[in-house]
């Protein structure tokens, strides 16, 4: 058959035009995406071992989807009860969706899994899911251990789905595997084949593959070694990795696991996020080559701590439908953007919608606009600066799909918490120097109290704070601990005419002391710990907490410590060292936890202690009085300085220091709490999720400290 010259331009045109509508129907289909969906768990108790959803606009501000709450129950798709580290992926239809869990409760172990479970759905509401046991699945499995954190990514050449996963087999280091689903993506087509060989044959999991440009990058953690992330690079998919380098590309020296690497819908890049198990957060950072990565964490809101989770671009059409499912209106008016507001402060009362914002010193709350992060398929009215000096502001929150809802808003100035974030701790310090006042707490939100550093804040007024940055950093500038900087202390001395600081610091549960010639540093440590073992006769505790003293009928400086026991020692005249012979211990009640604090008064000197466990509700702060720096100490039968305060949502009041302003009788006490409103929410973990207060403390006519009530409102601004 012959095609004549019309004929071929016409079939030409068809061809084109074809090829044109699929290509834009193709660029229109991704710049349709509009939002993120976030697909995470939030811990390693089993309740917590379940996955939940939370959607984005700008795949930087994240809202928890259905209160917070899984979105599927691990006990109705798992064999153990549990699961872990999901991996969501849109498939090639563009329509479905995949998602890969591990099958898992890790109270039965590290290695007690043997199963991960497969789901597909077409809404992303509605999921099906199958267990696929690979010991049970495949013969010659007998040594499994493990099988960990599976994903899955379409194969454009095979035209299948591969998940990959790291499985450990007996006393081998755990290797990343893969196999394809089959059509139904119930079970694994075939028994699964080693993907990635690591050239030192160490351990490997948690892989995390994006193609880009035709090259595949896997992403994998270095389970047995520096537990970091490092990229290996392949021009095949299901094979042929080699190390982009030997370098980590996490941007942080802190552990961290579960990469998750996902295309910004806007085109300016990648993100690679990762979990810093250890250090109770998440890291996000930015990439356009996926070689080198920025930090972008400033930009970064959630409102729940996920773990290990992965990310994937949606449609307006698909986040309406979340939106419908399981939005919420106090989620996106617990999510207000302006500057003014105390973003960890936020009270949400769903009971009688109404939402409390904490906004800080100087804020115009006559015309002031909360400006309302929105999220997709929601709009808020009104959008305008309202007052909010005379009654609550009504706001509309309308869901796309659910009924508008109408909810109360109040601003109001508080003072407390005076740091912004996360810090316990504190001690305060007035400078001669500078004529400021500073603050020095522990860097605290860390898990298990595991922050590194430490910082230090500085005022005028005692309301309105600056952030002097980081003093000490224990991973760069002390070389005799590396871990626990905790509950510093501070004293201003002048030596040979010139102000010196004096700063004592807990590391490894040693301590420390680093000098200064201006309160804000920099600090240099001396180079070894100045206290690193008990007491003579002191079993038990810990040598944390130090109290710096100096007492002024005599100019003697004298350093505190002891958790479980109160220690005490004078100080050299260097400041750096201790009179050994002076060493004591100084009885006191039962009470008597850590975090001395000592003061003097009209010829009494006070001491100050911390009762029970930072981590309880009951934390508190009692006192004695000596006629010594050194003991002993009169304990009154009511002794008690501050405590929690439930009408006020307000508990774990204690670790506290005291201010006295110069020249007056005029005093204050500075203490940490649990993080308001949440703290009180969240278990053991409030213990070290803490912020720093300042409130008045007064005497009464024959010296015995009044207790002082905590409070939100904190104190006026000292002239």
Not at 337 to 356: A, E, G, H, W
């Amino acid at each position: 058959m012959t095609v004549n010259h019309k004929q071929g331009l016409f079939l030409l045109f068809i061809a084109v035009s074809s090829f044109v509508t699929a290509q834009t129907k193709k660029a229109t289909f991704k710049e349709n995406y509009t939002a993120y969906l976030f697909a995470y768990f939030t811990g390693n108790a089993k309740a917590e071992e379940q996955i939940c959803f939370a959607i984005s606009k700008d795949g930087y501000n994240y809202r928890a989807l259905n209160s917070g709450k899984p979105v599927v129950q691990s006990a109705a798709i798992s064999e153990t009860g549990g699961v872990r580290d999901p991996h969501i992926l849109r498939g090639a239809d563009g329509k479905t969706f995949y998602m890969v869990v591990t099958d898992m409760v890790s109270a039965n172990g590290w290695s007690s899994n043997r199963a991960m479970v497969l789901l597909k759905s077409t809404d992303l509401i509605n999921w099906t899911s199958s267990v696929v046991n690979i010991q049970k699945r495949f013969a010659g499995q007998d040594s499994l251990l493990r099988v960990w954190a599976p994903q899955t990514i379409y194969d454009a050449a095979a035209k299948k789905y591969m998940i990959y996963f790291s499985m450990k087999h007996g006393n081998q280091p755990d290797k990343i595997y893969y196999a394809y689903a089959n059509k139904d993506f119930t079970d694994l087509e075939a028994e699964p084949k080693q993907l990635f060989y690591s050239p030192d044959n160490a351990a490997c999991i948690d892989g995390d593959i994006a193609e880009k440009d035709g090259k595949y990058y896997l992403f994998f953690k270095t389970e047995d070694r520096h537990p970091g992330i490092k990229i290996a690079i392949s021009d095949k998919l299901t094979g042929g990795y080699q190390m982009q380098s030997h370098d980590y590309v996490q941007q942080t020296k802190s552990p961290v696991e579960g990469a998750g690497t996902f295309k910004l819908n806007d085109g300016s890049g990648y993100i690679l996020m990762y979990d810093m198990y250890t250090s109770g957060k998440y890291q996000f950072t930015k990439t356009k080559d996926l070689k080198t990565f920025t930090v972008v964490d400033e930009e970064v809101s959630m409102n729940f701590h996920p773990r290990h989770g992965t990310v994937m671009p949606i449609t307006a059409a698909e986040a309406e439908r979340l939106m419908k499912k399981w939005g919420a209106a106090e989620d996106v008016l617990g999510n207000a953007t302006s500057k003014q507001i105390k973003k960890i402060n936020t009270r949400i009362d769903t009971l009688n919608k109404t939402v409390y914002l904490s906004v800080k010193p100087g804020t115009n709350l006559k015309a002031f606009n909360p400006a309302f992060r929105l999220l997709p398929a929601t709009t808020v009215l009104p959008v305008t600066p309202q007052n909010f000096t005379r009654a609550a502001v009504k706001y509309v929150v309308n869901i796309k799909g659910q009924q508008p809802q109408t909810w109360n808003v109040i601003a109001k100035e508080n003072h407390n918490p005076v740091l912004e974030g996360y810090f316990a701790d504190p001690d305060v310090l007035y400078s001669e120097k500078t004529k400021k006042y500073y603050v020095y707490p522990t860097s605290d939100g860390f898990n298990g109290w595991s922050g590194t550093y430490f910082k230090a804040f500085s005022s005028a007024d005692l309301v309105d704070w600056k952030d002097e940055g980081v003093i000490i950093d224990l991973l760069k500038d002390v070389s005799w601990a590396k871990r626990n900087a905790w509950a510093p202390c501070i004293i201003e001395k002048k030596v040979n005419g010139q102000y010196k600081y004096f700063y004592y610091f807990t590391a490894a549960q040693k301590i420390g002391v680093a000098v200064a010639d201006d309160p804000a540093g920099p600090f240099t440590d001396m180079g070894k710990a100045l206290i690193d073992k008990k007491p003579e006769g002191v079993r038990g505790g810990q040598e944390i907490d130090p109290e710096v003293f100096t007492d002024p009928q005599t100019g003697k400086s004298y350093l505190y410590w002891g958790n479980g026991y109160m220690a005490v020692a004078e100080l050299n005249e260097d400041m750096i060292s201790l009179k050994q012979e002076t060493l004591s211990t100084i009885k006191v009640d039962r009470t008597f936890r850590e975090g001395t604090t000592v003061f003097f008064r009209n010829g009494i000197y006070y001491f100050l202690w911390s009762e029970d466990d930072t981590r309880s509700e009951n934390y508190r702060v009692r006192y004695g009085t000596s006629n010594s720096p050194t003991g002993p100490i009169t304990i009154a039968e009511n002794n008690l300085v501050i405590a929690k305060d439930p009408a006020a949502g307000i508990y774990g009041t204690g670790h506290n220091s005291v201010l006295q302003i110069p020249g007056t009788d005029e005093w204050y006490i500075v203490y940490h709490r649990f993080n308001y409103p949440k703290g009180i929410t969240m278990g053991d973990a409030a213990g070290f999720n803490r912020e720093v207060c300042i409130d008045k403390m007064e005497f009464n006519p024959d010296g015995s400290i009044k207790r002082v009530i905590p409070t939100h409102k904190g104190v006026q601004p000292i002239k």
